[in-house]
């Protein structure tokens, strides 16, 4: 956690409001359908959410990987790769327009689920939906704490001081060196503790945001 000066804590906790209203949401989920991908459970599950009874289609059936956040990347490009190889459009030339048109629609969505299961802060969101308990606007600034909150203002304040691109890429590293901690102690806190994972996973979503902004700022500073 980095330490705050003493003289700009007080400003930095008035702007923590704001914070609270951009709080980073986990990907919304497309409800496409899926039921002619080739190698793929035909029927993708789909589970009831707490949010209004919400369905969540889940993309770890889709890829026929198992639920987790602790994925092999070698596995997951790997049953990318080959549902998409069977997709083709070539494969499938003699078929209908009908059943091309789906077939394409399948298509859409094992890349629309290899997206979402790839990135860590995406991958993560997805397993709290599964779950029902998928992060809201009301809680996400909860969860993660004011502290935190303060010193995500005190990063951007960082960010916009920078004067070089060499200040935004040691802001990178040091944000990206707290993306891969958190992101291990993301692994262990699906095993058995849902609640802290949901708490991981909301600051993981800020923590992206920053590096989104710094490489944005990368080669725009004077």
Known sequence: MLVIPP???MSILRQVSTVRNN???????PRA????????????????ANDNNAKVQDYFKI??????FDVSQSELKAKYKNLMA?????????????????LHSDASDVTQAYDVILRPHTRAGHILELEGSGLTENDSGHLVGNDFLMAIMEIREEIDE????????????????????????????????????????ARLQYLVRIEETIRERLSDVE
């Not at 709080?23 to 989920?29: D, E, H, M, N, R």
């Not at 359908?33 to 009831?48: D, K, L, Q, W, Y």
């Not at 890829?63 to 987790?68: N, P």
């Open 162 to 201: 920078a004067t070089s691109d060499k200040e935004l890429n040691v802001l990178l590293k040091e944000n990206n060196r707290q993306i891969d901690r958190l992101c291990l102690d993301l692994a262990e806190a699906f095993k058995h503790d849902m609640e802290n994972a949901k708490r991981m996973t």
């Open 86 to 102: 069977g997709l083709h459009p070539d494969r499938h030339a003699a078929k209908s327009i009908e059943e091309r048109n789906q």
């Open 23 to 29: 709080v980073i949401f986990a990907v919304s989920l």
């Open 33 to 48: 359908s899926f039921s002619t991908v080739p190698g793929a459970h035909s029927n993708a599950e789909e589970i009831e």
């Open 7 to 9: 003289p700009r804590a």
């Open 63 to 68: 890829l026929d990987i198992k639920r987790s």
